[in-house]
């Protein structure tokens, strides 16, 4: 099955600084790639997802790129503000099955 | 619109003990997930239904099993409650289509086996 990969597993940032956070896939077939935001004691929330067929997204200070050939794709933060504080998930789909990376804990620090 | 509605948000058992965990979504989606969530372990998928009548297991679907109810519910049971299911548990939907499509969770269900 799929095996997503994600690191670093915790950041530290100073506010207004870019955050970058790396993810690989073994599953070639995999087609879409979805970022999730948590703050402690919520549910995950989508922040930005790419598929197969393009090789960056952006919306407003964030940003997704992605390389198939490489099987690796990031997400980049860049203003980093106190609220960007929370854990990020990288994702990729293998069939119905979305795998999802450890998690990296990221702390904007004033 | 509510989303996706996870019952009960919290639950203390006892070894052995048996519980059904609900969920509901109300965007007229074709797909549900149930998820675990360990620490330092990310989300695990247990079940789902990739439509109304079909159901299949995920990452990790040992002790547990599921119902999709109608199109709108999709039930997660534990039939005899172990510790190593204390965990929070996660209920997602979205589209279908082949998945490629954003999943929306719902705010989990925090599960103590004692």
């Known amino acids: 099955g799929e095996n997503v990969e994600q690191h670093p597993s915790t950041l530290s940032v100073q506010e207004g600084d870019s955050a970058v956070i790396k993810c690989t896939y073994s599953d070639s077939a995999s087609n879409y790639f979805p970022w999730y935001k948590q703050e402690l004691g919520k549910r995950p929330q989508l922040i930005i997802d790419i598929r197969s067929n393009v090789g960056e997204k952006k919306d407003q200070r964030i940003a997704v790129t992605l390389n198939k050939t490489a099987k690796h794709f990031s997400l980049h933060i860049t203003e980093t503000q106190p609220e960007d504080s929370a854990v990020y998930f990288c994702?990729?789909?293998?069939?119905?099955?979305?795998?999802f990376g450890k998690g990296t804990s990221l702390l904007v620090t004033p | 619109n509510a989303g996706v509605t996870q019952t009960p948000k919290f639950q203390v058992l006892k070894t052995g003990q048996s519980m059904t965990l609900q969920c509901a979504q109300d965007?007229?989606?074709?797909?549900m997930y149930w998820y675990r969530q360990d620490p330092g372990m990310g989300l695990r998928l247990i079940y789902y239904s990739a439509s109304e009548g079909t159901t299949d297991k995920g990452e990790v679907p040992n002790g547990y099993n599921v119902s999709r109810l109608n199109k709108r519910e999709f039930s997660l049971r534990l039939e005899s409650a172990a510790p190593s299911q204390t965990s929070v548990y996660f209920c997602?939907?979205?589209?279908?289509?082949?998945?490629?499509?954003?999943?929306?969770f719902g705010d989990g269900t925090r599960l103590s086996i004692l």
């Open positions: 994702a990729a789909i293998s069939g119905y099955a979305l795998n």
């Open positions: 965007m007229n989606h074709n797909s």
């Open positions: 997602a939907s979205n589209g279908g289509g082949g998945s490629n499509q954003p999943q929306h």
